[in-house]
């Protein structure tokens, strides 16, 4: 089918049907479901998700306010945390940033960017503290987390800071949506050499996503590549201590650092 087919079908231009078909401006909702109906689109569940998604892509959210070229990629990853079902991570440098106090958030920030003028290191760690929205909404996401030993062990920040950070995670551990795993030194696993990952489960029809940071630019894998993200996870996760294990784990440790 050609592009002027479709386009003459929705009553848009060429030009425009090709930057949305380019991810360069959002879908109306009416066209999409336009398109679907010439494309002989018939999934109910598809469709529904899809027109969702287009309703979605244009509803503004709190990261609209702001840039999104400072804040290097993370606004599409708060937009895909604020839309999963359930986040799996897997950490062996730091606590993940939806589980930071601010004072860790701060000292995780400054590390990475030593040069950061005050004001963006505030800007930044504003943005991250408002990503933890999404544990305490009403429909709260599900967050499995498995932190390698070495997280709980880097002193990050300092004695006090490290301190109230593993408190917080031993408190956040008691919460019905989050579970967390820790990855002893003496587990019999390198299924993740090559370092940390995150999964995003979506709601139905859209393909799970995984994500990896990296100094050259964020990627984000769909399946059926994220499938491989997966089966590393499943296995860290048996290699990894029981939930309780975990918690009763960071409880000592934090007493010790006192």
């Known amino acids: 089918m050609t592009l002027q087919r479709a386009a003459e079908h929705i009553q848009r231009d060429i030009g425009s049907l090709s930057r949305i078909e380019n991810g360069l401006i959002a879908a109306r909702a009416a066209d999409v479901l336009a398109l679907l109906n010439l494309y002989g689109v018939t999934d109910e569940t598809l469709r529904q998700g899809l027109e969702r998604l287009a309703r979605d892509a244009r509803n503004k959210g709190w990261w609209d306010g702001y840039d999104a070229k400072a804040m290097g990629g993370m606004i599409d990853h708060a937009w895909i945390e604020a839309r999963a079902d359930e986040i799996r991570s897997y950490d062996v440098m730091a606590v993940p940033g939806l589980l930071q106090t601010h004072e860790y958030a701060r000292s995780t920030i400054k590390s990475a960017d ?13 943005f991250r503290m408002r990503r933890q929205q999404i544990l305490t909404q009403e429909k709260p996401v599900q967050v499995t987390a498995i932190l390698d030993e070495a997280v709980l062990r880097r002193m990050i920040g300092g004695a ?9 995670l031993a408190d956040l551990a008691a919460h019905p949506s989050i579970t967390i795993h820790v990855l002893p030194f003496h587990a019999n696993t390198c299924v993740s050499v090559q370092g940390p990952f995150t999964i995003f489960t979506m709601p139905d029809p859209f393909p799970d996503v995984a994500y990896v940071e990296t100094r050259g630019g964020d990627v984000y894998v769909e399946e059926p590549r994220a499938e491989k993200f997966a089966q590393a996870y499943n296995y860290l996760r048996k290699a990894a201590l029981a939930p309780e294990e975990s918690a009763a784990l960071i409880s000592v440790m934090a007493e010790q650092i006192r």
Do not use: F, G, N, Y
């Open 114 to 126: 030593p040069d950061a003028r005050p004001e963006t290191i505030d800007h930044w760690v504003d």
């Open 160 to 168: 006090d800071i490290m301190h109230a950070q593993l408190r917080k």
